[in-house]
């Protein structure tokens, strides 16, 4: 809203304007200037709404020079009802690039408006299908339209390029069949997945691999992950690959607000910008245990709520959470070769790092062992499975899954897990021994059936067998004799 009245001539904008707007001033003013128009010699009253919002981002430099213009009768106004303006503006007038392009066009598109916006953004706003975008390079150009002089030219939709899959395959690891049915387990379910044992034996391998097995977001769940990523102000996106779901693996000295979001402003942490993908943490017990432990909540809600004393904020993190770790602090606990020398005591401050509730929140287990010197270098990986065949597989048993409760079985409820995940005979009597041998919790317990069921959709089974859960206890069982 732009007001222009009596009183001492200057600009005045309101509305909890953050410093790169308040700055905004100044860069109008001389954008204005540039381009040989008056500037009002009034009081000009620039009011961004609601007032109690806090406001940021050089978005607004546009919308406000438009909105000056218009209110000094230079700029026809019948038109700007209809449009939605975002852009930051150079002194010469020239459209800058900004941050938060998607959600302003999903916005735009659900108001029925025109998106102007600067040249550099329009390929990520073309995302939004259904959308009238118009690219700018200066104000000139947005004016001209405006008046009715030249009009902008419409922004076509992108080409679908085939997607890329030019990432690490699962035929580079050799060996590791166990893990790697662990990681196509996983995949298939959205499934967290902790990996363990000595250094060196695959367990960064076998997780960067992890997102060449799994199925296409969708067209909706690309848009989304893209607005968080837009909105964290990431690099610009490839057409080739917007469709990939997000890998992040942020270092272990990463800060609490780093991993799920937070600052002055709200920002998307890692978490949210791995929504829909893959959150990597290597060396899982090196993290601080406060970082660590703020990962129960969206591991089970799918979204972090960030509280400050100016503003609240919610973000997306419905992420897959895959960790590695070492057995003990030097890393060669159980080796066959005796190398490790640390104490109990040490052994257990180690582990003590993760708690047990994060642990068990972390649907899979699984032991990545050293190979044989002699296995290792007579591998084939020619006759190893790639990925492309693995994820055949997973989307397949996705799509089970999905069109059974709409959802990835990572992602059931308690409710759901008992109206989905059916055990055979066998598989009732067998997960009654399983109960009172491994003492598994309630949590546990759903975290098994969840497990199994996806195994089972991987098998084309409607029921779950004891076969499928064999499958699960066994590999459980694989980890308490380890710890």
């Known amino acids: ?94 459209l800058r690039p900004v941050t938060g392009v998607i959600p302003a066009a999903v916005a735009a598109r659900e108001a029925g408006r025109t998106l102007i916006l600067p040249r550099e953004n329009a390929a990520e706003a073309a995302l939004v299908s259904g959308l009238d975008i118009r690219p700018a390079g200066h104000l000139l150009h947005v004016c001209e339209h405006l008046n009715g002089i030249a009009a902008l030219p419409r922004q076509e939709p992108p080409i679908q390029a085939p ?54 977001l969708s067209e909706a769940e690309a848009l989304e992950a893209a607005a968080v990523r837009s909105v964290g102000g990431l690099d610009a996106f490839d057409p ?50 406060r970082v660590l432990e703020v990962l129960r909540e969206p591991l089970e809600s799918g979204h972090i709520h ?14 897959q959470l895959i960790a590695a770790m070492n057995p003990c602090p030097c890393g060669y606990l159980g080796d066959p070769g005796g190398r490790c ?47 492309t065949e693995v994820r055949s597989r997973v989307a397949a048993a996705r799509e089970r899954a999905v069109a059974r409760t709409g959802k990835p079985n990572g992602a059931l409820t308690t409710a759901e897990v008992n109206r989905h995940c059916t055990l055979d005979a066998a598989g009732r009597s067998l997960m009654e021994q399983a109960m009172q041998r491994l003492g598994l919790s309630a949590r546990a317990y759903h975290r098994v059936l969840k497990v199994a069921r996806t195994i089972a959709d991987l098998a084309g089974s409607e029921v779950i067998t004891a076969a499928h859960l064999g499958e699960v206890l066994w590999t459980m069982g694989r980890k308490d004799d380890a710890s």
């Not at 469709?243 to 890692?270: D, I, K, Y």
């Not at 960030?306 to 992420?319: D, G, K, L, M, T």
């Not at 401050?349 to 899979?364: E, H, M, Q, T």
């Open 1 to 94: 809203e732009v007001h222009i009245g009596g009183g001492l001539p200057g600009l005045h904008v309101v509305g909890l304007p953050d410093t790169e707007v308040r700055e905004a001033r100044d860069r109008v003013r001389a954008a204005l200037a540039t381009a040989r128009f008056d500037f009002p010699q009034s009081r000009v009253i620039v009011n961004l709404a609601p007032a109690d919002l806090p406001k940021e981002s050089g978005r607004f430099d546009l919308p406000i020079a438009l909105g000056i213009l218009g209110a000094s009768g230079q700029v026809r106004t019948q038109a700007l009802p209809g449009c939605e303006l975002l852009g930051e503006l150079a002194l010469s007038g020239e």
């Open 163 to 216: 997607p890329r899959r030019d990432g690490p395959d699962l035929r580079d690891v050799r060996g590791q069949e166990h893990a790697k049915r662990a990681l196509e387990v996983a995949a298939a379910g959205a499934h967290s997945l902790l990996f363990l044992r000595p250094p060196g034996t695959g367990k960064s391998l076998l997780a960067s691999r992890l997102p060449g097995i799994l199925p296409e």
């Open 240 to 289: 080739a690959r917007w469709r990939e779901r997000p890998f992040r693996s942020p270092h272990h000295t990463a800060s609490g607000v780093a991993l799920v979001g937070g600052g002055s402003n709200p920002r998307p942490g890692e978490i949210s910008l791995a929504h829909l993908g893959v959150l990597f943490l290597d060396e899982l017990p090196e993290f601080d245990r």
């Open 306 to 319: 960030i509280s400050r004393a100016a503003r609240q904020a919610e973000f997306p993190a419905r992420f």
């Open 341 to 387: 020398r640390c104490t109990a005591e040490q052994v257990a401050r180690y582990r003590g790092r993760i708690s047990g509730p994060l642990l068990d929140r972390i649907d899979l287990h699984v032991e990545v062992p050293r190979l044989p010197p002699g296995k290792l270098g007579a591998a084939d990986t020619a006759e190893s499975e790639g990925s």
